[in-house]
């Protein structure tokens, strides 16, 4: 019983305060009521969420839909040369394996295709997991590439409402603090960083 009551107490008290404050929220000259509220999609042409999307759907279409030219020779240029060197590190490692197993097996019919360039059979092993393994460090390291293509895509849709002006600027001063009775007098330099518009 005794929660019944609090709780009903406490329902009350809200609502008559919401009342209140709603009230002296209309009553107040220097409030007004606008329709129009500034949000993220009335500042920004662009939206990240989409821009990220396209990057992930297809590697560049996030930089074109953020009218980012320029880096599609980036991020092609790079998911090429990592296809290229998984497709070489693959090619060479079932080169070496098929030679391996063609070196271990026993049978006279096959025959190594490096013909016992590279010495014993533990050392086309060797040299096919040092493939394999790099082929695979190849991969993680392209999907990361591919990863950062498609951040880049929202970073850039998020930057693309600030303005950057050219009124910024960074100076090299020469500085000279003369001491007083307790310090002494340093020369040093002094870095300047204008930030106004």
Do not use: C
């Not at 009551?5 to 329902?11: A, P, R, T």
């Not at 329709?35 to 279409?61: C, H, M, Q, R, W």
């Not at 082929?135 to 293509?149: A, H």
């Amino acid at each position: 019983m005794r929660f019944v009551s609090l709780l009903l107490f406490s329902f009350i008290a809200l609502s008559t305060h919401h009342s209140v404050a709603q009230r002296l929220l209309l009553s107040d000259s220097s409030i007004t009521k606008s329709d129009a509220i500034e949000t993220f999609t009335t500042v920004s042409t662009l939206d990240p969420n989409k821009a990220s999307l396209y990057a992930a759907v297809f590697p560049g279409l996030g930089q074109i839909y953020n009218r980012q030219y320029w880096k599609l020779p980036i991020v092609y240029g790079g998911l090429m040369l990592f296809g290229h060197y998984i497709n070489n590190r693959h090619v060479l490692y079932n080169a070496f394996r098929n030679a391996y197993l063609a070196e271990t097996d026993g049978n006279e019919n096959t025959v190594n295709p490096f013909g016992g360039r590279f010495g014993s059979a533990t050392t086309l092993e060797r040299n096919a997991e040092q493939l394999r393994r790099d082929r695979d460090y190849l991969m993680v390291l392209g999907t990361l590439y591919y990863l950062l293509s498609i951040v880049d895509a929202h970073i850039a849709a998020h930057l693309s409402e600030f303005d950057v002006n050219d009124d910024l600027s960074f100076e090299v001063r020469p500085a000279m603090y003369m001491g007083n009775r307790y310090t002494a007098q340093n020369i040093g330099v002094s870095l300047v960083f204008n930030l106004s518009k």
